[in-house]
């Protein structure tokens, strides 16, 4: 039997994706799609590594049409009917013709990717000349108690990271989450832009909100789904224990280009 993949993992997260962590990638969406260095009304923008739609939802917001594309199916099905056309589609080979949009939003998808440089240089290939590539990726210095709680209380449970979890930390994650590696990207992909640090606070997430949040993530939420409904509950109580009640700042890397 193989191993699960990234999208399987994601696929089978689907709508608990939004019950926890879609409190916070929601604002992180917008957050992205507001350093746009040009209006989007009118104007058609592919949503990379859609997920549950955040990013859609916010380009939406801003007067765009968005349309959507990730590899993993269950996070697009999630909510359906309500979101904007979508496809299943590889981020380094896009079901996309050249020039086929106005511009890409990738919020935290490229960072993903082992080659983000091939993720960048796809993206710029099915956006129209003078189009605007905005991204995002978590910086070195992110982080918060509630991953380490979470995980720990996890693990008591029988929960072992998914080999696919610890190569996204360990040799994908780490590319572009500096100023320096994600200029590096752009100068690589050979396209004219900056990148530039941000940090977004969530002081209205309280700790049950911070542990939603935390197993919501495609690494827990699908084995959390295994485990008698007893068990969940323990968990989640344990996790309670060891979680310092400190308040949420997300560390981020903006990469802003124009085709």
């Known amino acids: 039997m193989t191993s699960p993949t990234i999208a399987d993992a994601y696929s089978r997260t689907g709508a608990a994706w939004q019950a ?21 009304t009118g ?4 949503d990379l590594g859609a997920g549950t739609g955040a990013a859609s939802r916010a380009i939406a917001a801003v007067g765009g049409i968005p349309i959507a594309a ?27 013709r050249d020039d086929a949009v106005d511009a890409v939003v ?17 993206a710029a290939r099915v956006v129209r000349p003078g189009g605007t590539i905005l991204a995002s990726a978590y910086a070195d210095d992110d982080g918060h108690p509630a991953k380490h709680a979470a995980e720990t209380a996890a693990r008591e449970q029988g929960w072992m990271p998914p080999p696919w979890y610890a190569h996204l930390r360990e040799s994908a994650m780490p590319k572009l989450a500096s100023v320096e590696r994600a200029q590096a990207a752009l ?9 530039r640090a941000l940090r977004i606070p969530f002081p209205e ?8 949040w935390r197993f919501g993530m495609a690494q827990l939420a699908p084995f959390t789904t295994t485990l008698p409904v007893d068990a969940q509950r323990a968990m989640f109580r344990r996790a309670r224990t060891l979680l310092d009640d400190v308040a949420l700042v997300r560390s981020i890397i903006v990469v802003i280009a124009v085709v």
Do not use: W
């Open 43 to 46: 104007r058609l923008v592919l």
């Open 106 to 122: 990738a919020a935290f998808s490229l960072n993903h990717l082992d080659d983000p440089v091939n993720g960048l240089q796809e």
């Open 20 to 40: 926890g962590p879609g409190a916070i990638y929601d604002r992180l969406a917008t957050v992205l799609v507001d350093c746009r260095p040009v209006d989007f």
């Open 205 to 212: 997430l309280g700790p049950e909100q911070l542990l939603a």
């Open 187 to 195: 100068d690589a992909a050979g396209l004219t832009g900056h990148a």
């Open 70 to 96: 990730d590899a993993a199916f269950g996070m697009l099905a999630a909510d359906a009917p309500r979101r904007p056309a979508a496809v299943v589609g590889d981020a380094y080979k896009l079901p996309l």
